[in-house]
């Protein structure tokens, strides 16, 4: 019996140490996991050649959690140095995590996220999938961390906290976002 308890004890350790920080751990909930997801696989694996960050190499490596149809920008209209942009939405039902991808005509650079959860719980997600994610830089409006999943390329990871000014009306609104860089050359 004692053993029974303490091995209960030493599983619900880590939610204790969340729970002091007022905090409610998210990171198991299909919106985060999903999210935790598409940041690993937008990573790409390390045996892809030069190609491996092209639109349709990121679109196919995502695709099945992302909603949205990526595909090459049209370079007709505007300048060759303009950055191309495509929005899109984690495909779960009740979710709110929007998705929107950067890059040039060749290639995908960056990543970016909205969602409704804590940063924290994103961090988390990922651990629990697997990548290595180490504290890179914090900065008054962002933080950074070097995200490595197993077998797959290393990206910057930029979170983010924004809230409206306090006393706001009708109440004060935050917005967590992150933002995945490819490149870290």
Known sequence: M???????????LPRCAHAQDGRID??????????????????????????RYRWDAVSIRV????HWHIYAPDQRDRASDAIARRNGWLDLENANVDVSV??????????????PFTNLDLLDALRDAGAEVSFQADYETYSQYVVTPPGRATGL??????????????????????????ALE
């Open 157 to 182: 990871l930029t979170t983010t906290r924004t809230c409206t000014p306090d006393g706001m009306r009708p109440a004060q609104r935050c917005q967590n976002g992150a933002e995945l860089k490819f």
């Open 102 to 115: 950067f890059g040039t005509d060749d290639a995908v650079t960056v990543l970016s996220f909205e969602y």
């Open 2 to 12: 004692r053993a029974l308890l303490i091995a209960v004890a030493i599983a619900l």
């Open 26 to 51: 998210r990171s198991d909930t299909p919106d985060v996991r999903a999210t935790a997801d598409v940041v690993v696989q937008a990573l790409a694996p390390n045996d892809l050649g030069d190609w």
């Open 63 to 66: 695709s099945r959690f992302v």
